[in-house]
């Protein structure tokens, strides 16, 4: 990490799922913005704080919400690789710390991935990606009256449980889990009909939990 360099922060993308590397450098005092190279859209801000540190500003690609981290100086000082979540549903936003370490664990996890799923073309990296668009897509659809519960009512929430999505339906219960491994199923998931999705009543709680 260079002198001028604060700390370097790697978020993923809350539209595409892409993920970056923004180094923050140590004398800039205005709120800075880094849009996606990708999909153009914003990827994060930051302030640099005298004698306070780091106020990072992300939006979490799952659920939406705006999210706040304070880094001191002296924490900063210390951080070689630290994981960034969402406080409300845990799901990982990025990381922060050095750019050396941070590039080894990307490199790492897309290895390691590779040497335990040899049967699937996508790296976890393009698969958070395809997810998050899912997500997105299907935020879209339900907005536009394109994706709704056999019920009829619009009022679904979308998550993401292990590699699949999740639809839930608030105002009968009904919920649908919809796999998202091939390009077949998101395909599904961003085109398909929904009155042929499997809704369910109630989703097992040993598959919420994987």
Same mark, same amino acid.
């Given at each position: 990490?260079?002198?001028?360099?604060?700390?370097?922060?790697?978020?993923?993308?809350?539209?595409?799922? #892409?993920?970056?590397?923004?180094?923050?450098?140590?004398?800039?005092?205005?709120? #800075?913005?880094?849009?996606?190279?990708? !999909?153009?859209?914003?990827?994060?801000?930051?302030?640099?704080?005298?004698?306070?540190?780091?106020?990072?500003?992300?939006?979490?690609?799952?659920?939406?919400?705006?999210?706040?981290?304070?880094?001191?100086?002296?924490?900063?000082? @210390?951080?070689?690789?630290?994981?960034?979540?969402?406080? @409300?549903? #845990?799901?990982?936003?990025?990381?922060?710390?050095?750019?050396?370490?941070?590039?080894?664990?990307?490199?790492?996890?897309?290895?390691?991935?590779?040497?335990?799923?040899?049967?699937?073309?996508?790296?976890?990296?393009?698969?958070?990606?395809?997810?998050?668009?899912?997500?997105?897509?299907?935020?879209?659809?339900?907005?536009?009256?394109?994706?709704?519960?056999?019920?009829?009512?619009?009022?679904?929430?979308?998550?993401?449980?292990?590699?699949?999505?999740?639809?839930? !339906?608030?105002?009968?219960?009904?919920?649908?889990?919809?796999?998202?491994?091939?390009?077949?199923?998101?395909?599904?998931?961003?085109?398909?009909?929904?009155?042929?999705?499997?809704?369910?009543?109630?989703?097992?709680?040993?598959?919420?939990? @994987?």
């Amino acid at each position: 990490m260079l002198l001028e360099t604060l700390c370097s922060v790697a978020v993923y993308c809350p539209r595409c799922g #892409r993920v970056e590397i923004t180094d923050i450098p140590v004398f800039e005092k205005n709120r #800075r913005v880094r849009y996606c190279k990708n !999909c153009g859209n914003p990827l994060l801000s930051w302030e640099v704080r005298p004698r306070k540190g780091l106020l990072l500003l992300l939006t979490c690609g799952l659920c939406g919400a705006a999210i706040q981290k304070m880094f001191s100086l002296h924490q900063l000082h @210390k951080i070689h690789f630290e994981k960034l979540y969402c406080e @409300k549903d #845990r799901f990982e936003l990025g990381y922060i710390g050095r750019w050396q370490d941070i590039a080894e664990f990307l490199d790492f996890n897309e290895a390691e991935y590779d040497a335990l799923h040899p049967e699937e073309d996508a790296d976890p990296l393009e698969h958070q990606q395809a997810l998050l668009e899912a997500v997105n897509r299907a935020h879209e659809r339900i907005l536009l009256g394109d994706l709704s519960c056999p019920c009829g009512s619009t009022a679904i929430t979308v998550g993401i449980v292990g590699h699949s999505v999740l639809l839930e !339906c608030t105002d009968c219960g009904s919920s649908c889990l919809l796999p998202a491994r091939t390009g077949k199923d998101l395909q599904r998931i961003l085109h398909g009909d929904a009155r042929h999705f499997p809704w369910k009543q109630e989703l097992p709680l040993d598959m919420l939990r @994987k």
